[in-house]
């Protein structure tokens, strides 16, 4: 737990100068932070190697602009018109440095490009996690520091958001970086850097993440309110340096994009402005969940772990009650403020109409620090001897077995979830192969300048990365009747450098509201991709029929199996759930396939 005060009834001194007094024997739980270093590069290389797109935001809002900075082309959505500004191209533009130097390196090619940029995010990710792991570790306890890497590493919650390319994913990097410099005390109070690394996550990424900045800084003024006049001026100065470094950084994010929009273009302000003041419906006019959606999401990426986070809070005040240590005022409410990110995270969303994953995102640090100390907590209550005790009386080999009993469900159900998710929705990674974008020199099928189209799968849709040179996507009509991304103007004028940019695009709105200017006649298709669920019974919808049965024209290239979520049962839509014989019938996953399709050529004509 955190640094203890004295003796009670001594004047307030501020913790830090306790802190740095305090030096605590090694501990037999510490590990070094090289060696954690490589288990959360572990994990993250495996999501980088193997995650599904989970959103088409990460395709089209994301992945697409990218390809389009560095290849000329691809699908544009409405938020990157120059009338609505809500997406950041600095953030982009990052990315696209990335990738391109990869194109620098041998044997390069798109697809390539696209998983160098993951390899690039399961490193700076595994990188913030070290930090915040090692700040843990000897600010709180280094067995709380390893229940942290264990709640990451197994989690699912980990598997979708280290290497996802979203600006939550990013806040999320930010968050463990601010928190890690709030926590820390060594050597001084890190104010600036905290609000430093938040302000970067809330300008450059998502802006709603700065406020979990919140609990810190209401620390940092409450301590500074209880200490002397020079303590409040110093907490004046370190917010005032790590305000002015944010206001900077904004200054810098408005000039670039102001750049490519080629106008003022504030882009933080602008996705405040349309989630919470937009006359036209903002986000909600993309659905709306029950307050429960994260409840039952989390539980299903974190597990026992989101039980435990839940769980941390009554814990420690149940452990300041009971504890026969007499804990201090400062060092109970550091503690506090550690474990509030979670709560107000999770309170100020579930309290939100409409509700996506990511948005939980930059949570998912505290979400694993909350569950690491309330385990700690129960094994410290668990763990105790004393024979006057109940717990006492529990023989020391049957706790070890029920705390290596709770470890095993935590890493089989993180498994069974990650294993099902990469098995069940993979096929859009896979699909793409015969057409030459992924290996280099392949010549594939199609020409430069061939249409791959999608109707009812637009959404799963990878990003151009996967189809070579050329080869653009189209969109055929579908029973969907929203806003589908249009395409980044082609066009070379001003500067001749990414005139899409700031081209203003025709068709779009921020209203979903279906434009008809999107599709193409299937004639002008070279390629479709189809999915086909067999056990869908009844006539299809007229805009949706069965292209893989239409053997006159088209022919399947590849195919991939694919889950039937809508004739699955809920476990096995969860987790994975092994296609045997064994399994009941009922609980068995249900297939589909995914589908390539290339148009026949018209048989020549004999005369």
């Given amino acids: ?55 088409c ?17 691809g699908r544009q959505t409405w938020e990157y018109s120059p009338e609505y500004s809500i997406r950041s191209w600095f953030y982009i533009g990052i990315h696209a440095i990335v990738g391109n130097f990869r194109r620098l390196l041998p044997q390069s090619t798109k697809l390539g490009e696209f998983y160098f940029v993951r390899y690039v995010l399961a490193f700076a990710c595994a990188l913030c996690q070290v930090l915040f792991f090692r700040v843990i570790s000897f600010t709180l306890n280094p067995r709380i520091g390893i229940f942290f890497m264990l709640a ?25 970086l601010g928190a890690a410099a709030f926590m820390n005390w060594k050597g001084g109070l890190k104010t600036s850097q905290g609000i430093w690394w938040f302000a970067l996550g809330g300008i450059l990424g998502w802006p709603f993440a700065a406020a979990l ?18 303590a409040l001026f110093q907490a ?15 200054v810098v994010d408005a000039a670039i994009n102001s750049f490519f929009y080629k106008k003022f273009a504030m882009v933080s302000w602008n996705i405040v402005k349309y989630n919470i003041f937009s006359s036209t419906g903002g986000p909600n006019l993309y659905g709306t969940e029950p307050w429960t959606f994260y409840f039952r999401n989390l539980l299903i990426n974190f597990n026992v772990w989101f039980v435990l986070a839940l769980l941390s809070l009554p814990l420690f005040l149940i452990q300041k009650v009971f504890s026969a240590k007499h804990h201090g005022f400062q060092s109970g409410l550091r503690t506090i403020v550690f474990l509030s990110p979670f709560y107000m995270w999770l309170g100020i ?22 569950a690491a100390l309330a385990l700690h907590i129960i094994l410290n209550a668990f763990g105790n001897s004393d024979p006057k005790t109940l717990v006492g009386k529990v023989p020391a080999k049957l706790k070890l077995a029920v705390v290596m009993a709770f470890m095993f469900v935590s890493l089989d159900l993180g498994l069974a979830r990650v294993v099902g998710v990469y098995t069940a929705y993979s096929a859009p990674l896979k699909l793409y ?93 070279s390629f479709l991709v189809d999915t086909q669920y067999p056990e869908h019974k009844g006539a299809l919808p007229p805009n949706e029929p069965d292209y893989i049965s239409d053997t006159e024209n088209w022919e399947a290239v590849k195919c991939e199996p694919f889950l039937d979520a809508g004739s699955t049962h809920l476990l096995a839509r969860v987790l994975w759930v092994p296609d045997l014989d064994v399994v009941p019938e009922k609980f068995r996953r249900k297939w589909g396939q995914h589908c390539l399709l290339q148009r026949k050529r018209p048989a020549p004509q004999v005369e």
């Fill in 236 to 250: 004046i100065s370190r917010i005032g340096q790590g305000v002015l470094s944010a206001l900077s950084f904004q």
């Fill in 433 to 525: 192969e015969p057409l030459g974008a992924g290996v280099f020199g392949q010549e594939g099928l199609g020409s430069r300048g061939d249409n791959v189209c999608f109707g009812k799968e637009w959404y799963r849709f990878p990003s151009s990365y996967f189809l070579p040179r050329d080869m653009h996507v189209k969109f055929i009509r579908s029973e969907f009747r929203g806003l589908l991304p249009g395409e980044f103007s082609e066009a070379r004028t001003g500067f001749g450098f990414w005139s899409g940019t700031w081209l203003p695009p025709s068709g779009m709105n921020d209203r979903n509201e279906e434009d008809m200017g999107k599709y193409v006649d299937i004639r002008q298709c």
């Fill in 152 to 176: 990451t590493v197994l989690s699912p919650g980990n598997f979708h958001a280290s290497v996802a390319y979203l600006p939550s994913s990013f806040a999320m990097y930010t968050s463990l």
């Fill in 213 to 230: 900045a919140a609990p810190f800084l209401v620390e940092e003024g409450l301590f500074a309110l209880l200490s002397d006049r020079a």
């Fill in 57 to 73: 935001d990460e395709t089209y809002n994301y992945w697409e602009p990218t390809h389009y900075l560095s290849h000329g082309y």
């Fill in 1 to 55: 737990m955190p640094s203890e005060p004295g003796e009670s009834g001594e004047h307030f001194v501020h913790p830090v100068a306790r802190h740095a007094k305090k030096k605590k024997p090694p501990s037999a739980f510490a590990i070094e932070p090289i060696k954690a270093f490589y288990v959360f590069l572990a994990a993250n290389l495996i999501a980088a190697l193997f995650a599904p797109i989970q959103d």
């Fill in 349 to 370: 969303f579930t309290l939100q109409p409409h509700k996506e994953e990511r948005f939980m995102y930059p949570a998912y640090p505290f979400i694993s620090l909350n």
